[in-house]
């Protein structure tokens, strides 16, 4: 994969990125029309951009709520040792749990913070206890729970 430094993005670059980061659907020629270009320099923008990694893949966003998934929780954790083994085991084991749909390494306070979406508080219990709570090394886990959504984006400012 070409490393992001070799490649020099241009405002046409960055204006295709929004578009497509607000719409991953629009059509070649659509997006042409909005960058005024033809559709031939679109889609080799587009394929330059995906094989530098620039653009990592496509996806569908869900509704939370029309899916049953209601209850998001932001899961605090600290360690109890900070070694490389017991940190890369903490992280290969949860990233594999699909309920836990972020997962960051931090500095400060707490080792890590996920991003838990479940059904409902029962569903977080049973998550906490079968699937958090047997990895080892686990000092403690605070949890909040989002009372409502005021943002909720994947776009990146460019």
């Known amino acids: 994969m070409e490393h992001l430094s070799f490649l020099k993005l241009d405002k046409i670059d960055f204006k295709l990125l929004n578009l ?3 719409d991953a659907k629009m059509k070649h020629k659509e997006l042409a029309a909005e960058l005024g270009l033809t559709v ?16 990592r893949k496509y996806v569908t966003l869900l509704d939370n709520n029309k899916v049953e998934r209601e209850l998001i929780a932001i899961c605090m954790v600290k360690l ?3 070694t490389l ?6 992280e290969e ?24 979406v479940v059904k409902d508080m029962n569903a977080y219990q049973e998550f906490a206890v079968k699937k958090l709570s ?24 460019l």
Do not use: W
């Not at 320099?41 to 620039?54: A, F």
């Not at 949860?94 to 972020?102: A, D, G, H, S």
């Not at 931090?106 to 080792?111: I, N």
């Open 40 to 55: 031939t320099p679109v889609y080799e923008r587009i394929k330059r951009l995906e094989k530098t990694g620039i653009i």
């Open 93 to 116: 084991q949860t990233v594999k749990i699909p309920e836990v749909l972020e997962c960051y390494h931090l500095a400060g306070e707490y080792d890590y913070m996920l991003k838990v």
């Open 80 to 82: 109890e040792k900070h």
């Open 20 to 22: 497509l980061q607000h």
């Open 134 to 157: 047997v990895i080892k090394n686990i000092a403690t886990v605070q949890s909040s729970f989002a009372m409502s959504v005021l943002k909720d984006t994947t776009a990146l400012v």
């Open 85 to 90: 083994d017991n940190l890369k085991l903490f």
